[in-house]
T-cell receptor, first 111, second 111 residues
Framework: GAGVSQSPRYKVAKRGQDVALRCDPI?????LFWYQQALGQGPEFLTY????????KSGLPSDRFFAERPEGSVSTLKIQRTQQEDSAVYLC?????????FGPGTRLTVL | AQSVTQPDIHITVSEGASLELRCNYS??????LFWYVQSPGQGLQLLLK??????LVQGIKGFEAEFKRSQSSFNLRKPSVHWSDAAEYFC?????????FGAGTILRVKS
């Protein structure tokens, strides 16, 4: 497809479980971003990659959050030992320049 | 630090009426400014962007926005609202590295 895709679209986890969220960026886009959008809030920056290099991870809320992009294309956001406060929509975006294109998001619900 | 304020959480307008959504930002340099729209269960769609040049920018779906440096504002306008415009609108400021979003304004359209 031509856009950013994310999987799964919905994920329900029990508290304490590990989850992995996948992002497929637009082909050729060098930059990739992850954002967290809590209910009723705007998206908040988590981390940023340029190719395979993670250049900014200042927004990751704790060391339970880990992101990777090993070949400079697909990215995975991993959350270990999920907590209820991790419930949110996780948005991925890619860019080639200053305009970011967003995927549909993964809605994570932690019970 | 960069920040974005959208003072209106909800706005209701009649179909066919004009619309203005407010956005104020704080940024240390010349900002890149964006308006995104998000429908329920959907990702963010870019409506328009301002990088430089003409301070009145035109976007998709008949939207426009005006950058006013003296007021640190980037308000979104539409002369005649359609029922399909009902959604949540986010203003964002940033650079190529990350975007900072406002909390969003939910637009309701009444017939």
């Amino acid at each position: 497809g031509a856009g950013v895709s994310q999987s799964p679209r919905y994920k329900v986890a029990k508290r304490g479980q590990d989850v992995a969220l996948r992002c497929d960026p637009i082909s050729g886009h060098v930059s990739l971003f992850w954002y967290q959008q809590a209910l009723g809030q705007g998206p908040e920056f988590l981390t940023y990659f340029q190719n395979e290099a993670q250049l900014d991870k200042s927004g990751l809320p704790s060391d339970r959050f880990f992101a990777e992009r090993p070949e400079g294309s697909v990215s995975t956001l991993k959350i270990q030992r999920t907590q209820q406060e991790d419930s949110a929509v996780y948005l991925c975006a890619s860019s080639f320049g200053n305009e970011q294109f967003f995927g549909p998001g993964t809605r994570l619900t932690v019970l | 630090a960069q920040s974005v304020t959208q003072p209106d959480i909800h706005i209701t307008v009649s179909e066919g009426a004009s619309l203005e959504l407010r956005c104020n930002y704080s940024y240390g340099a010349t900002p890149y400014l964006f308006w995104y729209v998000q429908s329920p269960g959907q990702g963010l769609q870019l409506l328009l962007k301002y990088f430089s040049g003409d301070t009145l920018v035109q976007g998709i779906k008949g939207f426009e926005a005006e950058f006013k440096r003296s007021q640190s504002s980037f308000n979104l306008r539409k002369p005649s609202v359609h029922w399909s415009d009902a959604a949540e609108y986010f203003c964002a400021v940033g650079s190529g590295n990350k975007l900072v979003f406002g909390a969003g304004t939910i637009l309701r359209v009444k017939s």
